[in-house]
């Protein structure tokens, strides 16, 4: 069963459910996508489906609501609260990270916290939360003044585009800063609860201070070489969680070895179709492997790829930007060799100008330096 909703279904998603004919939740968002030719299935057959445990996957957090209100099935429900509540996941997971330090209150208590009673470095986010919106990397008293001013001004925007169920921004969590790489990993656990890593995907940042969602890469090295440590430690979390059947979006750190989360995404993969890049790069469709409960043969879908990178990008706009100007989408496309698609978005409806999925080689870097370090200023128009 997949339920989709607002903002975005991606072609490819689309195109598999009109071929598949896997079935749909009946909603006004679903009749949008390939109208007439998708199997559609009426609410109260799909509550029926998911309470006797068929597979549901999502393309949204705007659909957790609709499942959170109509379904009965109680391990679903409370796995899907556990991963989608920062603090509680941070609970529950707390004897993977003992001595790390976090911190939750409302936006209220927030604003009446004393900087200097604080553990700095710390990252302040919601403790619900979706692309990055509302998190800062927190060094000093300065970093702090500007993420409150920020909150001030952006909290009810981030409410305009998103509902409460996926940008919660009347509770923040205050987490001590976690060093190291950071990877994306888009994986499920089975019916009897092992982990399945269906993709991973290195978090490439500008700056210490970047939290954009502007560089994530793949390649076959960084998949093979990192699958065997994720997957062991996604058996550890889910020895504590008790998930089954059941798709994750992961964002975690690695530092010699140690694996920290930073937040879990229930019910999906990448989020806005980013999941996709795993199709344009190695042929396979995440969500298919899920629901088919069918993990790639990493050996075949990576044959003759270890020379390449593939890139999602999500293209958050300019501090300066206002939301009026256009994005000259071809001048951009023109800065790379190889695009694999440029995906448009409304900025004042989802927050950034669209998705990028790039394929580079190996060996060259200029194009993905340059798509990290521009703030797109130039694409203005």
């Not at 057959?45 to 998911?50: L, N, Q």
């Not at 208590?109 to 004393?114: M, V």
């Not at 001013?149 to 976690?178: C, R």
């Not at 290195?202 to 440590?229: C, G, Q, W």
Request: charged fraction near 25%; charge should be negative; aromatic fraction near 12%.
């Amino acid at each position: 069963m997949i339920v989709l909703d607002e903002p975005y279904a991606s072609e490819p998603l689309a195109q598999w459910l009109e071929e598949s004919q896997h079935p749909v939740l009946d909603n006004g968002f679903a009749r949008t996508v390939a109208p007439g030719k998708l199997n559609l299935v009426a609410p109260e057959e799909a509550v029926r489906r998911i309470d006797g445990g068929e597979r549901v996957y999502t393309n949204s957090e705007n659909a957790l609501s609709w499942i959170a209100d109509n379904v009965g099935n109680e391990s679903l429900v409370r796995a899907i609260g556990l991963f989608k509540d920062k603090a509680a996941m941070r609970r529950a997971l707390s004897s993977l990270d003992p001595e790390l330090f976090f911190k939750t209150c409302s936006v209220d208590e927030l604003f009446k916290l004393d900087f200097s009673q604080l553990e700095a470095p710390f990252v302040l986010k919601p403790s619900v939360g979706f692309c990055s919106m509302g998190v800062y990397a927190i060094q000093d008293r300065d970093d702090w003044e500007r993420a409150l001013a920020d909150i001030q001004k952006n909290a009810s925007t981030w409410h305009d585009m998103y509902p409460e169920s996926v940008i919660g921004a009347g509770s923040f969590i205050l987490e001590g800063y976690i060093t190291g790489t950071e990877y994306a990993l888009d994986a499920y656990f089975d019916e009897a609860g092992r982990a399945r890593i269906l993709n991973v995907l290195r978090h490439d940042f500008a700056s210490p201070e970047d939290t954009s969602d502007r560089m994530y890469v793949t390649s076959a090295p960084i998949v093979r070489e990192t699958s065997p440590l994720f997957t062991a430690w996604l058996d550890r979390v889910n020895a504590l969680v008790g998930a089954r059947n059941f798709p994750v979006h992961v964002e975690v750190r690695v530092e010699d070895g140690h694996v920290s989360p930073i937040e879990f995404n229930p019910l999906r993969f990448a989020g806005l179709g980013g999941t996709d890049v795993s199709w344009y790069g190695y042929g396979y469709r995440t969500y298919q492997a899920f629901l088919e409960d069918d993990a790639p043969d990493f050996d075949a879908a990576f044959a003759g790829k270890d020379d390449k990178v593939y890139t999602m990008s999500l293209l958050n706009p300019p501090a300066s930007a206002t939301g009026e100007e256009a994005f000259d989408y071809d001048a951009f496309a023109e800065r790379f060799t190889n695009v694999l698609e440029l995906r448009r978005f409304d900025v004042n409806r989802v927050g950034n100008y669209g998705f990028l999925f790039l394929e580079t080689d190996a060996d060259s870097a200029g194009e993905l330096d340059f798509l990290m370090r521009s703030d797109l200023e130039e694409f203005l128009r």
